[in-house]
């Protein structure tokens, strides 16, 4: 599990158990769902490749950091929507790409709907999902964009599944996994426990949508 990374952040972790806890208000887990995606990305960027650039300070010349190399966030829809803001106020000259992908209610079995993904040939791939369950959302984003000539790919994601993990890291040796939490297990719906619930339901306040 060498590229899997749990960030233990003590912010992140406390806006994790907001998240979390069930009696937390619509604002409240929007909030704190932002919070976490940007302390995630920061985590998850943090060896992307710079370049010196020089220049002046009110009083010195000076040898700075930049980045060297191009960015491309990928969104599963609908969840990972919730992490979008963050990418763009972090990264605001990086193309955003959108997966429609939808867990089917009775067998967890992954559906895609709707690909709009920009050119990933030599960029650095970020796909951004907040939950990592049975992993098959994410496996089928992965065999979307697989041929398409990224450079790298990881999947950040907020709460994660041991079995979901097991899964990506079998097929994806290559991919880096960020996350801030590996739970303990997934239930017979293939929810994740202790989890958090349905995080698109919780985010866009539809628990009662049919
Ligand atoms: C949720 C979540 C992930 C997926 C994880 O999305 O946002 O995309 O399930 O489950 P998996 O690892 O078993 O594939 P869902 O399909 O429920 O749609 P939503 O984002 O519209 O809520
Ligand atoms: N999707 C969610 O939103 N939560 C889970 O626990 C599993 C999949």
Avoid: C, W
């Amino acid at each position: 599990m060498s590229n899997v990374r749990v960030v233990e952040h003590a912010l992140l972790q406390t806006s994790l158990t907001v998240l979390r806890d069930q009696s937390t208000p619509l604002m409240l887990f929007q909030r704190h769902g932002l919070v976490a995606s940007k302390l995630l990305l920061t985590y998850a960027t943090e060896n992307l490749p710079t370049k010196p650039k020089r220049i002046q300070t009110p009083l010195a010349p000076f040898e700075g950091t930049q980045l060297s190399e191009q960015i491309v966030f990928v969104v599963i829809l609908r969840a990972a929507l919730s992490m979008l803001q963050a990418a763009q106020e972090l990264f605001p000259e990086s193309a955003i790409g959108f997966l429609g992908i939808q867990r089917d209610e009775a067998t967890a079995a992954p559906k895609r709907y709707y690909v709009r993904v920009p050119d990933l040939k030599g960029k650095h791939v970020f796909l951004l999902d907040p939950m990592l369950a049975t992993g098959g959302s994410v496996e089928d984003a992965l065999d979307a964009m697989q041929g398409k000539g990224a450079k790298s790919f990881s999947l950040v994601s907020i709460v994660s599944a041991p079995e979901g993990i097991a899964r990506l890291t079998t097929k994806f040796p290559e991919l880096h996994v960020v996350t801030a939490a590996i739970d303990e297990r997934l239930n017979d719906q293939k929810f994740i426990v202790p989890g958090l619930g349905d995080f698109g339901d919780r985010y866009f306040g539809t628990n009662d949508a049919e």
